[in-house]
């Protein structure tokens, strides 16, 4: 597989290299990745999922919507083992997320990096390492080119000594996507990866992604769906409850969940098209 990105000014020059299936787990076509059956979940008194059920299959490129505070957040907590449910079962790969932590790739919507902190791109790609058990100071020579050739991957090579706080929004979530995949991941999950980065960065992050998603399963929580809408190949939506569809349409159900009701289901592409300041406030 390779990224054959049709953006050209991510970092500058818009190469592209081949980028091999890193997830070390037996492939089977049409796992199930991600399962939650029944899930539940809460902070005290306050419900926040209520009976949730989704299966995310091998190869599947989902994106999530949902309002804000409606339980994205918390559903990505919960696929990632830092939650535990209060009812129900969440499966990863078929067992509980924590004894597949390694496998799972994070890519938050934020880099927890001090703003002035001096640390390089490459070195913030190191840091991916920690989930697979190594740590700083032990990266030896290979794990150091391994870092630039995943950079290399996402167009990010050339910046890999160039200091991370310098890099504009969409360069950021490009290293931090890297950072994610140094450890082999066999899943990649994001929280609004395209939150303050400029429209053109925003292209270039889904032309990535869109090329990812044909060696990785992805699951995206997201309000910006205008961008994803050409490159998902599943939605769901999460108010509390959690309606899927396998398909990239919004459904009636789907809709008055979210927004209340609407008189009719149609195709994603269409409504976006025709609802933007809703989808992509």
Known sequence: MHIDSHCTSCSGHGHSLPLEPACTHQHIPGEEVISLQDVSFGYGDQEVLTQVNLTVHRGDFMAVIGPNGGGKTTLIKLILGLLSPGSGAVRVLGQNPLQHRPAIGYVPQHAAVQPRFPITVRDVVLLGLRRAGRSWPGYSAAD???????????????????????????????????????????????????????PQGKICLFDLLSSLSQTITILMVSHDLISASTRITSVAAVNRRLIQNTGRELTHAMLALIYGTHDASCPLDEYIKGLPSILHP
């Open 144 to 198: 150091k080119r391994t870092a630039v050739d995943i950079l290399a991957q996402v167009d990010m090579a050339d910046l890999a000594q160039r200091r991370f706080d310098a890099l504009s929004g969409g360069q950021k979530q490009r290293v931090l996507v890297a950072r994610a995949l140094i450890a082999a991941p066999c899943l990649l999950l994001f929280d609004e990866p395209t939150a303050n980065i400029d």
